[in-house]
């Protein structure tokens, strides 16, 4: 079920282990990983002091795009939790000044979204 949840768009939890040993170098003093997810190549991760969402490019996907959103950059969000149907769970994020959601994710069913959604307040 895994891959096919990457495969339909949906991200999964990874450990902070993993995700400090592959973007502890992107952090800033007194920065730390809050939790992160992951597609097959694509993922994002929360920290303390904001959101980077990273974009694996071409076929080797060598090239890699890390986009930061800071928290107080984000004027509203919402989470919509997984149904009987609808094996997925979303989250849309805001950003200052835009009518539409800047950032539209999806999580497979087993991912707490109630958690990133405490995250989120935490920091706003």
Known sequence: MG??????????????????KDFGHLL???EQIEAGYQLIRDGFF????????????????KKISYMSI????????????AGNFDLDAE???WISGE???SVNLQFNKNVNVYNVQKILIKHL
């Open 28 to 30: 800033a003093d007194g």
């Open 70 to 81: 800071m928290y107080k950059n984000i004027s509203r969000f919402a989470v919509e939790t």
């Open 3 to 20: 891959l096919l949840n990457a495969l339909l768009g949906n991200a999964s939890e990874v450990s902070l282990e993993a995700l400090n």
């Open 46 to 61: 929360f920290t303390n002091k904001r959101l980077v969402y990273i974009d694996k490019q071409g076929v080797t996907g």
């Open 99 to 101: 009518a539409l959601p």
């Open 91 to 93: 989250l849309k994020i």
